[in-house]
């Protein structure tokens, strides 16, 4: 049964993501909200493992959450499934259809859902920043961290100095996890 | 039979060397399929790209189903994605099984909260370079915003929100140029 939720789910992912990439997170994120697969906390841990693995991030996020549901099968399951529907698209799209992104239809369709993309992606990150910018304390009540809030705006600051710009993600994650155990985040 | 094993072996390979995916794995599918393999020219390459990004579904993995749907139909098509997908299910298999056993330790605890900021601060950044790049008018701006509001306040589906923004799509384009249009 967990199987056959998990393949609708990452079917109607992969059937509705467009764009690529990123464009899984808002799908990944209401997952969260409907069933108690993941956390978001776990799905940023699952950000910070697809930067630094090869391959499609689409995929490796797909996969990831699959095993933490169900372990292997589950992983298998929903890779595929979100999968499915390109290749059932695209052999459609190279059989009968030639000239399909130069299509007004498509250019016109396009042209809405682009920077509706962009901002599912930005309402998505909201999100990650709501759980991992802000803790729980005893009592229950939310309280910003400032360390990490800190250390986020220290890695966003060097990010954009043009010489480090093109450094590979997995070495600021590398000196994130230093600094959070130096730090005791 | 051999062909469809080289499809699935190429792509694996691919699959493996290429990090962060989208317009980061054109170099690599370039140098092994224009360059190395000579299976498409530069040009079907880069038209399979365009309608990758106007398709669902991830990007790399409509490339791979044209390229192998184009040298071996719908095989060829099923064994390249497979090649694709299969390096990132080993590897995250792994690194999945390995973290969960590791999350309960305290260092591992705080090396996930330092990662999980730099997370923030990678994302951040990829939020504002998708943003620069789509939004191209006032009318983009307004589609950005609506969407952005209804997706943090409402509780309405993404898959509605993203069906909804291609009505508008088409309402804006087609039909709404109609009038200024010359005869």
């Given at each position: 049964m967990i199987y056959l939720q998990l393949f609708i789910e990452f079917f109607k992912t992969g059937l509705f993501a467009l764009g690529g990439g990123l464009a899984t997170l808002p799908f990944l994120m209401e997952l969260t909200e409907r069933y108690d697969w993941f956390t978001k906390a776990q799905l940023t841990d699952m950000i910070a493992v697809s930067e630094s693995t090869p391959g499609p991030i689409g995929v490796n996020m797909a996969t990831y959450a699959g095993f933490h549901t169900a372990g292997i099968p589950g992983a298998v399951t929903a890779t595929m499934a979100l999968v499915l529907p390109s290749i059932l698209i695209i052999v459609l799209i190279a059989k009968f259809l030639s000239g399909f992104s130069e299509n007004r239809i498509v250019q016109a369709v396009f042209y809405g859902i682009r920077p509706a993309v962009a901002a599912l992606i930005a309402s998505a990150v909201f999100g990650l920043f709501k759980t991992s910018l802000l803790l729980y304390t005893e009592s229950g009540t939310l309280t910003p961290a400032w360390g990490i809030i800190l250390l986020a705006l220290i890695t966003f600051v060097l990010l954009n100095i043009p010489r480090l710009?093109?450094?590979?993600?997995i070495i600021f994650l590398i000196f994130g996890a230093v600094m959070g155990i130096l730090f005791r985040l | 039979m051999k062909e469809l094993l080289e499809l699935f072996c190429t792509f694996a390979q691919i699959g493996a060397l290429t990090f962060g995916g989208g317009l980061a794995m054109l170099p690599m599918l370039k140098h092994e399929l224009?360059?190395?393999?000579?299976?498409?020219?530069e040009e079907e390459l880069l038209d399979y790209y365009a309608i990758g990004q106007c398709t669902p579904g991830i990007i790399a993995v409509n490339t791979a189903t044209f390229v192998g749907y184009k040298r071996k139909g719908i095989w060829g098509g099923v064994l390249a994605t497979l090649g694709m997908v299969f390096p990132s299910l080993v590897i995250i298999s792994l690194v999945a099984s390995v973290l969960s056993n590791f999350m309960e330790n305290t260092y591992v605890g705080h090396a996930l909260a330092g990662i999980r900021a730099v997370v923030c601060a990678l994302m951040l950044g990829t939020v504002l370079t998708l943003a620069k790049k789509s939004l191209v008018d006032w009318i983009c701006y307004l589609i950005f915003f609506g969407v952005l509001i209804l997706a943090l306040f409402?509780?309405?589906?993404v898959v509605l929100l993203v069906l909804l923004a291609a009505a508008a799509g088409i309402g804006i384009k087609i039909f709404g140029r109609k009038k200024d249009k010359p005869v």
């Open positions: 710009k093109k450094l590979h993600p | 224009v360059d190395k393999k000579e299976w498409v020219t409402s509780p309405i589906p």
